[in-house]
């Protein structure tokens, strides 16, 4: 009779312990997966981060979402693709393995375009924040993006050069084998030759750091422009080595390099620089970006690991950072558009996704998952800062 009692107490306990699981398992089912393939890491670290604290904004304001009318947490899942290419898929698998329902990043087209297949592959559909190469969402119905893409603001860049800046012989600066560097250089030189303009791409290999023989050459080949689409980090170096070897033309770029660090790390060698850019903070014509600005800096300011992801400062906002917040309210549209955590029905959703006043413009996507974009800001480093210098619309 005892054992009969002792097994009777050990099976209720076991029920017991499965009820109280079960109810766990339902409270998980009530918390839906975002991830987020950003680098926080190599040498677009920074811009990753930027990336995230915009993701992480649009979180705290928005961390629910309601799925056939149950309320639902979301839970943002954080994956480093580490910069480069060979790891992304890796960082991708992870997040896939993780169970997120979709998926936001990344900061670099070649991690990017490393990662598609895994995100097609698993039907989780994927939302680019800031990798503007055409090859991110060519034949991929599962990756759309938020920001415009390197065809157009390749030709923004090369009609301000030619324009308003009157180069007619412009020497391209990219990394060897990086597909975001490539291909906007590409995109550059096609649009100057179509202008009537010259130019001539300069390679260099990843991770050169000394440019001064580039430069001498670039200084003695009569360059009056200099068009370098390349990392923060290598940013930094061409500005301050192409002023030291005497080149004063004026030094392009396009929306990576809308990052402080830039300016904090050259000076006063930051004269004459101009790139491309998704937004512009001090644009009080933008009701959406306004309302942003004011939060967002309020939020980083509120917390010194963000302040310092965030380039260590409380008054200045990179294009990037609402490319990410743009990202993660698309995210959530489609999911309740879809009325599932499913990654098929967030793809489908997504297909047909329109949503007005977004801190970037209104959003819908085209055909290859691209956001329809006409509207792009040039900017300039100015006093140590990054202000506002230009607008293009298209």
């Known amino acids: 009779m005892k054992k009969f009692l002792a097994l009777m107490l050990a099976l209720i306990m076991v029920l017991g312990l499965a009820a109280c699981g079960n109810s766990g398992s339902k409270d998980d089912e009530k918390v839906v997966k975002i991830g987020v393939f950003e680098p926080t890491s190599g040498q677009n670290g920074a811009g990753g981060k930027k990336e995230i604290l915009g993701i992480q904004y649009a979180n705290s304001l928005y961390p629910t979402v309601k799925i056939n009318g149950e309320e639902y947490k979301v839970e943002l899942v954080v994956a480093d693709n580490a910069s480069d290419a060979s790891k992304a898929p890796s960082a991708a698998q992870t997040l896939i393995s993780q169970g997120v329902s979709v998926v936001l990043g990344t900061y670099g087209s070649g991690c990017a375009i490393a990662a598609g297949d895994i995100f097609k592959n698993a039907k989780t559909p994927a939302i680019g924040t800031s990798c503007t190469n055409p090859q991110v969402t060519l034949g991929n119905d599962y990756y759309f993006r938020i920001s415009y893409i390197d065809p157009f603001q390749g030709a923004v860049m090369a009609n301000y050069a030619y324009t308003k800046q009157n180069s007619r012989n412009v020497a391209i600066v990219i990394e060897s084998g990086d597909d975001y560097s490539a291909g906007f250089g590409n995109y550059f030189e096609k649009e100057m030759t179509r202008l009537g303009g010259a130019s001539k791409v300069i390679e260099f290999q990843k991770g050169e750091t000394d440019f001064t023989t580039m430069m001498a050459t670039i200084k003695s080949g009569n360059y009056d422009g200099i068009f370098a689409p390349v990392s923060i980090e290598t940013a930094a170096m061409i500005i301050s080595q192409a002023r030291d070897a005497g080149f ?71 294009s990037v950072t609402p490319c990410g917040y743009d990202a993660y309210i698309a995210a ?63």
Do not use: C
């Not at 014509?285 to 380039?311: H, I, M, P, Q, Y």
């Not at 801190?359 to 290859?368: A, M, R």
């Not at 329809?372 to 990054?386: E, L, S």
């Open 248 to 318: 004063t033309a004026p030094i392009m770029a396009g929306d990576t390099w809308d990052d402080i660090s830039i300016a904090q790390r050259t000076g006063d060698k930051a004269s004459d620089i101009y790139f491309s850019a998704f937004f512009d903070s001090s644009d009080t014509s933008n009701a959406a970006g306004k309302e942003f600005t004011d939060g967002f800096l309020k939020w980083v300011a509120a917390d010194a690991a963000r302040t310092a992801d965030n380039g260590g400062v409380t008054d200045a906002i990179s």
């Open 332 to 394: 959530i549209k489609a999911i309740e558009a879809a009325n599932s955590t499913k990654g098929e029905d967030i793809q489908k959703a997504l297909v047909t996704l329109e949503v007005p006043g977004l801190v970037t413009g209104d959003l819908k996507f085209d055909s290859n998952g691209d956001a329809v974009k006409n509207y792009a800001v040039i900017k300039t480093i100015k006093d140590g800062q990054i202000v506002y210098h230009d607008t293009y619309n298209g």
